[in-house]
């Protein structure tokens, strides 16, 4: 299977770019084919400006965000990796999403009708918070990052959502036992699911 990878986060040495690290090289190991896109190694631009919107109503894309959409429509897997912050991505990766999953590529309206456009995939995610699963799930944060990122970004393309991956022990001071044990479970969904 044909893999792309976007992670989103600033930090190289951040535990997001461990997870995707260990998630890449697992599937490496099981024969998959693998595109990693990291965002901020990319200086990818966020902004979704006017060009974007006049582009897409005409059936275009700019430059840049052709090279996204070329490597999502080779796949046949999507991971998003990044960490949670306000209860949502990252604004590179909401950016990302804003750009590449366009009118036109990622879904189309036609009378008032959406069609998804990206049908045949599927779709993990991997977030990482500082918040426990306890807290993520009294505040409603969990229900809400489910029905944004899983359901309205993944599903309404027609992306088929295998899992959304929550690791909830990344604080500044965290255990390695905890790090070994996170990178360990990313490893085991790749061996159980591909």
């Not at 930090?11 to 990693?36: K, T």
Request: glycine share 6%; charged share 25%; aromatic share 10%.
């Amino acid at each position: 299977m044909r893999h792309l990878i976007v992670i989103a986060h600033p930090r190289r040495s951040s535990f997001n770019m461990q997870l995707a690290r260990a998630y890449a090289d697992e599937l490496s190991r099981r024969g998959h084919e693998i595109e990693v896109r990291d965002l901020y190694a990319l200086k990818f631009d966020p902004a979704l400006s006017s060009r974007d919107i006049a582009a897409a109503l005409h059936g275009r894309a700019l430059r840049d965000v052709l090279r996204e959409q070329a490597a999502v429509r080779a796949a046949q897997v999507l991971t998003f990796i990044a960490p949670m912050w306000w209860s949502s991505f990252p604004a590179m990766m909401k950016g990302y999403i804003d750009r590449v999953f366009s009118q036109g590529f990622a879904y189309s309206v036609k009378g008032g009708r959406y069609k998804a456009l990206l049908t045949g995939k599927k779709g993990v995610i991997i977030t990482t918070t500082a918040a426990s699963a306890e807290e993520l799930a009294a505040g409603g944060t969990r229900r809400a990052a489910k029905a944004i990122q899983d359901v309205g970004v993944m599903e309404f393309c027609g992306v088929e959502m295998l899992r959304h991956l929550y690791f909830n022990s990344v604080v500044p001071d965290m255990p390695e036992d905890a790090a070994k044990r996170d990178i360990e479970l990313v490893r085991r969904f790749v061996r159980r699911n591909f």
